[in-house]
């Protein structure tokens, strides 16, 4: 249920671009989230449409790219790729548990567009 309290800090940030920007309306909101994030997409829109209602925001559309999990062995220098479908946090090919994050943490707001 922490996607309310997100999707809550989101509106405000959405808020505070649109008014800056004299906007009428805020049609989609384009996010950028990590596999490795918890967050459902689905509950992220139906926590939004909640927080927004009565808003300049209360019809936009929560557009999100996901950002692939890429890990890094430190023992053998492997790069692989992890799904939710199938958590790895183990080297595929040394077995290592030596390993680093290069991507699939990100939160961001990548574009807001108004009218």
Not at 48 to 76: G, H, M, N, Q, Y
Not at 80 to 97: E, G, H, N, V
């Amino acid at each position: 249920m922490h996607e309310l309290s997100i999707m809550s800090s989101i509106l405000d940030i959405v808020l505070e671009y649109a008014n800056k920007n004299n906007a009428k309306i805020v049609t989609r909101i384009n996010l950028e989230i990590g596999e490795l994030s918890d967050l459902l997409p689905d509950w992220m829109q139906t926590y939004f449409d909640f927080v927004s209602k009565d808003t300049i925001a209360e019809k936009s559309i929560i557009s999100i790219d996901k950002v692939p999990a890429v890990l890094r062995c430190r023992s053998c220098n492997k790069e692989y790729t992890m799904t939710r479908d199938k958590w790895q946090f183990s080297c595929p090919s040394c077995d290592s548990a030596e390993i680093e994050i290069l991507s699939g943490r990100e939160f961001k707001i990548i574009s807001i567009e108004i009218d």
